[in-house]
């Protein structure tokens, strides 16, 4: 193992360790980096070899800070801690850059680590500063979702981090565990999961630090309180989005508070285009499903009284702020654009005060009555006040409804209050398909609002009726805070508005700066590849395939190239390279080019009760027949009528909740193991001349299946494909390909 004494005074080279005069610091030694476990125990600059790579072999670190109370500057340009060669990918990354562990007062300036599963990790390190790190690229998962659908599997666990769970599944750039008065500034980080992650952290400072651009989460708190968050570019952080197509988000989030985050300030940040803007939660301990220390209360049990001021929290595939099962938050002066579903989804919240926010154009991609301005189910004596509503489709939704899984938690037993004695006060709504929208809701004040061509001004048909108060408070007056740094990240993407500029890839949302490849669209018949971000020198490598490719050049400057396969009748196997100067992708996938007779009908008959009855729909008048070129339908919330399959199903075809397929198609296959997969939502059965592939045949979220057949000498097959829908999103893809 590698050391730096304190006692190095002199010039020396031993085990890599010069003692030179410092730029960034004065009389402090040099030391060189090249092998891992190497230890640093007095204040140096550091240097690195240009490429060498560092792979930390026993998962413990490669640099370890030993001590107290000094100053580690990486030398700027000269100190990349690289662990693997580029290319490695990402979902296989280990390893730990820099570790830091008890010790406190420690500096560490410019710290660059790259390829790790966790750039920097610190634990027991109080006083820590950590400025101008940059931990791009890094452990990252694979995402199963596409253009076309969603996979399930994407979808994160936040909601256990005891045992370093978000760590040890996800990684991080930075990592910082059971230390006070900490500071984070000016640090980076793009192509990998996880910016900045602390846990059992208080009283410390996040600023001035760009983590965007990534597939989880840009800060992740765990138990930490009493903490300035302020001046952050913490955008596009982001998973499970197709524009038009699904807006899921999967608890990939701007910011992140789980478990009992309290009295922290958030101040003029910038969290847009994350899958939440801000994704807060009260915690399981906090809900009484997992135990609490000796002594732990459930009454007031949450994120409590936290303070969200002059934030953007715009364009999320979800919410722009969610806060559940909390108490005396203040959401003030936040700017709430754009948000798929809502702009604050505040469940069981308590106390809560939305003051002076801007709300436009949220609920586009609502998820039933959950749309809109400010959705809070079982809220209690919260207040939404002198706020501007604008082309919601709700502006203000109020409701109880039988939670019976959550009503039963320890925590509403202690702390439920019913949807209950909420105050709607001098709000401006303009052009809301409804203004306030209450349901089985009590007790509700409302006075001095304004409403101005809303579609309709209060619906609580289902619900007591708000009372008319008259308003004689005075304006809200924000309250004054600190806020550290020196940028200015509220607006400075504002070109980026809107989420059809979410683009995903296979791991990362596209940052609109670097050359970027991805599957546009994948059928049977044709798949479809773009590359984005202005490649120099763009060319197209097709081997070992009897398909075709078409190159669509951009149509403006800075426009997305457009590679097209395609193939005569058949399977035709392919390895298409995207190159560019300082670029290339490669694909390897199968076109699979037959014609499908394919019957599309409406059902009464449960495919799961009696199959036969099921089948026969398909021979009744309600069905709709046609020649398709590929099973590949991402229907979401509709059915076969609005997949312009053909004249006929538009216009007679099955709509949206149970409705069934039945397809057959003939293949001329060589001989060899051949593999099917499909994504459906219900339930798939697929069959190779007679004999079972895959079944699913169940009621189902998006679920992919896997099965395999082997011939023995080339041949004909029939390949028949069974799907059924019963409500709600739905999708089907099929894929056979050749082991």
């Known amino acids: 193992?590698?050391?730096?004494?304190?006692?190095?005074?002199?010039?020396?080279?031993?085990?890599?360790?010069?003692?030179?005069?410092?730029?960034?610091?004065?009389?402090?030694?040099?030391?060189?980096?090249?092998?891992?476990?190497?230890?640093?125990?007095?204040?140096?600059?550091?240097?690195?070899?240009?490429?060498?790579?560092?792979?930390?072999?026993?998962?413990?670190?490669?640099?370890?800070?030993?001590?107290?109370?000094?100053?580690?500057?990486?030398?700027?340009?000269?100190?990349?801690?690289?662990?693997?060669?580029?290319?490695?990918?990402?979902?296989?990354?280990?390893?730990?850059?820099?570790?830091?562990?008890?010790?406190?007062?420690?500096?560490?300036?410019?710290?660059?680590?790259?390829?790790?599963?966790?750039?920097?990790?610190?634990?027991?390190?109080?006083?820590?500063?950590?400025?101008g790190a940059d931990v791009s690229g890094g452990y990252a998962m694979r995402l199963g979702s596409t253009p076309e659908a969603e996979d399930g599997s994407d979808w994160l666990w936040p909601h256990d981090n005891a045992d370093h769970e978000w760590m040890n599944r996800y990684g991080a750039g930075i990592y910082v565990e059971r230390s006070d008065d900490i500071t984070v500034r000016e640090c980076y980080a793009r192509r990998r999961q996880n910016g900045l992650i602390i846990d059992q952290v208080n009283d410390s400072r996040v600023y001035d630090n760009d983590f965007s651009f990534l597939s989880g989460w840009g800060l992740a708190m765990w138990k930490s309180s009493r903490n300035i968050v302020s001046r952050n570019a913490l955008d596009f952080c982001v998973r499970g989005y197709s524009h038009g197509v699904y807006n899921r988000g999967q608890d990939s989030a701007g910011i992140l508070f789980f478990e009992q985050c309290s009295d922290n300030l958030l101040a003029e940040n910038s969290a847009t285009h994350g899958g939440d803007g801000f994704f807060g939660f009260a915690g399981k301990e906090a809900l009484g499903q997992v135990p609490g220390p000796d002594g732990f209360s459930l009454e007031r049990a949450g994120c409590n009284d936290n303070l969200l001021i002059n934030n953007d929290f715009s364009y999320a595939p979800a919410h722009g702020i969610e806060l559940t099962f909390s108490f005396g938050n203040r959401f003030i002066g936040n700017r709430l654009v754009g948000n798929a579903i809502c702009g604050v989804w505040g469940g069981y919240s308590q106390d809560t005060t939305i003051a002076g926010n801007l709300f436009e154009g949220n609920g586009e991609g609502a998820y039933g009555l959950e749309r809109g301005g400010v959705n809070i189910e079982h809220g209690f004596h919260n207040v939404v006040r002198d706020n501007v509503f604008r082309d919601n489709k709700c502006g203000v939704?109020?409701?109880?409804?039988?939670?019976?899984?959550?009503?039963?938690?320890?925590?509403?037993?202690?702390?439920?209050?019913?949807?209950?004695?909420?105050?709607?006060?001098?709000?401006?709504?303009?052009?809301?398909?409804?203004?306030?929208?209450?349901?089985?809701?009590?007790?509700?004040?409302?006075?001095?609002?304004?409403?101005?061509?809303?579609?309709?001004?209060?619906?609580?048909?289902?619900?007591?009726?708000?009372?008319?108060?008259?308003?004689?408070?005075?304006?809200?007056?924000?309250?004054?805070?600190?806020?550290?740094?020196?940028?200015?990240?509220?607006?400075?993407?504002?070109?980026?508005?809107?989420?059809?500029?979410?683009?995903?890839?296979?791991?990362?949302?596209?940052?609109?700066?670097?050359?970027?490849?991805?599957?546009?669209?994948?059928?049977?018949?044709?798949?479809?590849?773009?590359?984005?971000?202005?490649?120099?020198?763009?060319?197209?490598?097709?081997?070992?395939?009897?398909?075709?490719?078409?190159?669509?050049?951009?149509?403006?400057?800075?426009?997305?190239?457009?590679?097209?396969?395609?193939?005569?009748?058949?399977?035709?196997?392919?390895?298409?390279?995207?190159?560019?100067?300082?670029?290339?992708?490669?694909?390897?996938?199968?076109?699979?080019?037959?014609?499908?007779?394919?019957?599309?009908?409406?059902?009464?008959?449960?495919?799961?009760?009696?199959?036969?009855?099921?089948?026969?729909?398909?021979?009744?008048?309600?069905?709709?027949?046609?020649?398709?070129?590929s099973l590949n339908f991402t229907y979401g919330g509709g059915g076969p009528k609005d997949m312009k399959i053909s004249d006929a199903i538009t216009q007679a075809g099955p709509g949206r909740d149970h409705f069934?397929?039945?397809a057959t198609a003939k293949l001329r296959l060589t001989p060899g193991t051949w593999n099917v997969r499909t994504l459906s939502d219900?339930?798939?059965?697929?069959?190779?001349?007679?004999?079972?592939?895959?079944?699913?045949?169940?009621?189902?979220?998006?679920?992919?299946?896997?099965?395999?057949?082997?011939?023995?000498?080339?041949?004909?097959?029939?390949?028949?494909?069974?799907?059924?829908?019963?409500?709600?999103?739905?999708?089907?893809?099929?894929?056979?390909?050749?082991?």
């Not at 395609?566 to 298409?576: I, K, R, S």
């Not at 019963?726 to 056979?736: K, Y």
């Open 1 to 131: 193992m590698k050391s730096l004494s304190t006692a190095a005074t002199a010039v020396l080279v031993c085990f890599g360790v010069r003692a030179l005069p410092a730029a960034g610091q004065s009389d402090v030694p040099e030391i060189i980096v090249t092998e891992d476990n190497t230890r640093i125990d007095a204040s140096c600059r550091v240097r690195i070899p240009k490429d060498t790579f560092i792979a930390d072999e026993d998962g413990n670190g490669v640099i370890h800070i030993v001590a107290s109370d000094i100053v580690v500057e990486f030398v700027e340009g000269e100190a990349e801690l690289i662990a693997v060669p580029e290319g490695t990918p990402w979902e296989t990354l280990t390893g730990i850059g820099i570790r830091i562990d008890g010790q406190t007062n420690v500096t560490l300036l410019n710290a660059h680590a790259h390829r790790f599963k966790v750039g920097i990790y610190a634990s027991d390190a109080s006083g820590l500063l950590i400025e």
């Open 397 to 629: 939704h109020l409701w109880w409804d039988n939670d019976e899984g959550l009503l039963a938690t320890d925590w509403a037993k202690t702390n439920h209050r019913g949807s209950d004695d909420n105050s709607i006060i001098r709000n401006r709504f303009e052009g809301d398909v409804v203004a306030v929208h209450l349901r089985e809701s009590t007790n509700t004040r409302m006075g001095g609002n304004e409403f101005v061509n809303v579609g309709e001004e209060v619906d609580a048909e289902a619900s007591e009726a708000p009372v008319e108060v008259m308003v004689t408070m005075e304006l809200y007056e924000p309250p004054s805070y600190e806020a550290l740094g020196s940028t200015s990240p509220v607006g400075a993407r504002s070109e980026l508005a809107g989420r059809e500029n979410i683009l995903m890839g296979e791991y990362f949302p596209w940052d609109h700066t670097s050359p970027f490849a991805r599957r546009a669209e994948r059928s049977a018949a044709r798949h479809v590849y773009e590359v984005l971000g202005g490649v120099e020198d763009f060319y197209v490598v097709m081997n070992g395939s009897s398909a075709q490719f078409k190159l669509i050049e951009p149509e403006e400057d800075g426009g997305a190239y457009r590679v097209e396969v395609f193939g005569m009748a058949g399977v035709h196997p392919y390895t298409l390279k995207l190159r560019g100067k300082d670029f290339e992708t490669v694909y390897e996938d199968t076109l699979v080019v037959t014609k499908w007779q394919a019957t599309f009908f409406p059902w009464t008959v449960d495919p799961r009760e009696d199959l036969d009855g099921w089948r026969a729909h398909a021979d009744e008048a309600g069905a709709r027949r046609a020649e398709i070129d």
């Open 660 to 662: 069934g397929m039945i």
């Open 682 to 739: 219900d339930g798939i059965r697929v069959m190779v001349d007679g004999e079972p592939v895959i079944e699913n045949w169940t009621w189902h979220a998006p679920a992919r299946d896997e099965g395999s057949f082997t011939l023995e000498k080339e041949q004909i097959v029939e390949i028949l494909v069974e799907h059924f829908e019963i409500d709600g999103h739905s999708v089907l893809e099929f894929v056979i390909e050749q082991e």
